[in-house]
């Protein structure tokens, strides 16, 4: 935004982060069809975080082989979590719809 004028309205403050919103948007897509590959991609494209150690790890994290999550005792007879498992998500920072952490 420093290289803007500073809106003097909220509408205007709005309309230019939408604009430089949709360019960013913009430019992303353009360096995806540069570069179909993103694991091949250069690395000083991608933002700080995306080079990050811990986030690389935790966002390459293999999946497990199956398709489904086995559930067996975390769900009861109405589809939802088991009282226990929800505190259990919910002590340990856990997603209570995947179980997973980080989002």
């Known amino acids: 935004m420093v290289h803007h004028d500073k809106p003097l309205t909220l509408l205007g403050l709005r309309k230019l982060v939408q604009a430089i919103d949709s360019r960013y948007w913009e430019r992303k897509a353009e360096i995806t069809r540069e570069n179909p590959h993103p694991n091949k991609a250069d690395p000083k494209s991608e933002p700080k975080a ?3 150690p811990d986030t690389l790890s935790r966002a390459k994290a293999p999946e497990s082989p199956r398709a489904t999550p086995d559930l067996t005792g975390k769900l009861g007879k109405d589809g939802k979590l088991t009282p226990q498992e929800r ?3 919910l002590d340990n920072s856990l997603c209570l719809f ?3 952490t980080g989002h």
């Open 87 to 89: 505190q259990c998500r």
């Open 50 to 52: 995306a080079r990050n």
């Open 98 to 100: 995947c179980g997973r």
